[in-house]
């Protein structure tokens, strides 16, 4: 089927949509894409209701931001038969109260006359998971049709994708489902671009550092650096995941600009090289996707961090901008097809768990 997955992620800047067309299990192809950003104002009441839980103040505006921005750029995709739809992360806390991503589906299946399968965390999350991430079974997907493609040797890599958060996949194509033991290892890393892009906000009144430009100026603060990763987190046997603003405690305040910049990127590699310990095997090289791949410095530290290359997922034949939007269309089409979506080297969840709520136009 052809499906429209749509993503907006904790860097709060817009929204992600790719058609994929596929059944769930392997990629036959991937369709076309586009980015809506938000408006300051958008992004604003986004980064306001951030933390909040259901019936919070904030979130039911959020929700309601999150069903119409999704809408208005769903409609520019008429072909979409089935449209997965992430909703927009406020709060996680699996080991707590649960996790919320604001929006619903149903309101959106009403907004664009077409199914709708949403709400892909909380089955994880209710029978134990972190329920994040949840792109790894996708990225198996990707990394069996990059080898299909000749763009990959048939051996282990992994996927990194960079957003608020930082997760990596290690996974292997040469297993034949995702589900099967041995072939993923996911977790989240640690803090990625989240912690700069505040910075940013707060400090020079912008949304992001323009191609890592700003950290490129700065050095890192060796001792912030070391007190960040000397956080239990990073010695946590994974599968594990994080909130937006977990590491939000990182006092770079005493920092000049440039040298704060420059310490948060430190941090962000520093993370994943502590994480890529885990990988069952040194993978033959790591996919960089998400915004953090577009930061010259987010690149040169982890190539500096980590003992394998670092490359942007182009270099895979796959669309590194819009990778996660596509994660969602695939999760969809195999949430109507029953198949798991999650399992217990991806999220932690006891056995293979098949998430996600599917709502009709009517």
Known sequence: ???????????????DAALIETDGRAITRFGRSEYRAYSGNEAAALHAAL???????????????????????????????????????????????????????AALARATGRRVVWDFRSEDVRRGGEGAPLAPFFHHACAAWAVSAGHL?????????LGGVGNLTWTDPRIQTPEAPGACLAFDTGPANAPLNDLMRARR??????????????????????????????????????????????????????DAAASLVAIAAGAVARGLQFAPQMP????????????????????????????????????????????????????????PTSGPETTGVPGPCCGGRISSPD
């Open 51 to 105: 933390g909040r839980w259901p019936g919070e103040e904030g979130a039911a505006a959020a929700a309601e931001l999150s069903v119409a921005a999704h809408a208005a750029l769903a409609g520019r995709f008429p072909e979409a038969e089935v449209i997965g739809y992430h909703g927009q992360t406020l709060a996680h806390d699996p080991h707590g109260r649960g996790t919320h991503q604001a929006g619903s589906g």
């Open 205 to 258: 009144g912008t949304t992001r550092d323009e191609g890592g430009a700003l950290a490129l100026a700065g050095r890192a603060d060796t001792a912030v650096v070391a007190s960040a990763l000397a956080h239990p987190f990073f010695d946590r046997q994974p599968p594990k995941s994080l909130d937006r603003d977990a590491f939000a405690a990182v006092d770079v305040a005493h920092l000049p600009d440039a």
């Open 153 to 161: 040797p048939a051996a282990p890599v992994a996927l990194l994708n």
């Open 1 to 15: 089927m052809l499906v429209l997955g749509m993503m907006s992620g904790t860097s709060l800047d817009g929204v």
């Open 284 to 339: 033959t090289q790591v996919l960089v996707c998400g915004g953090g791949r577009h930061n010259g410095a987010m690149m040169a530290a982890l190539g500096e961090a980590l003992p394998c290359a670092v490359v942007p997922v182009e270099a895979a034949g796959l669309d590194g901008d819009m990778l996660e939007a596509q994660a969602f269309g695939w999760l969809a089409a195999r949430v109507l097809a029953g198949l």
